[in-house]
């Protein structure tokens, strides 16, 4: 079936890095552009990253210049490469695809910045 699974979260003190990626699969991955979303406690579901089939990119103002989205399309995973991390970082981090009209979600993996 179509899933979207993320990895590597955890804690992580101010200014240190995290890679998460997000493996999919039971669909053509190449074929769809990806999204990161994060949602910290309290607040909505926020895009924080976007990657198209041809490798365009697009980032929330709040994580431009820190983050990197990328994508492996011969191991169907896209990254998000987080540097510069802030406590205000914090939150679970989601993966997200639109196939045939519908949005494809993760279980998120959650990211805390905190010394």
């Known amino acids: 079936q179509v899933q979207l699974v993320e990895s590597g979260g955890g804690l992580v003190q101010p200014g240190g890095s995290l890679r998460l990626s997000c493996a999919a699969s039971g669909f053509i991955f190449s074929i769809y552009a990806m999204n990161w979303y994060r949602q910290a406690p309290g607040k909505q579901r926020e895009l924080v990253a976007t990657?198209?089939?041809?490798?365009?990119?697009n980032y929330a103002d709040s994580v431009k210049g820190r983050f990197t989205i990328s994508r492996d399309n011969a191991k169907n995973t896209v990254y998000l490469q987080m540097n510069s991390l802030k406590p205000e970082d914090t939150a679970v981090y989601y993966c997200n695809t639109i196939r045939r009209n519908l949005e494809v979600w993760g279980q998120g993996t959650l990211v805390t910045v905190s010394s």
């Open positions: 990657i198209t089939t041809g490798g365009s990119t």
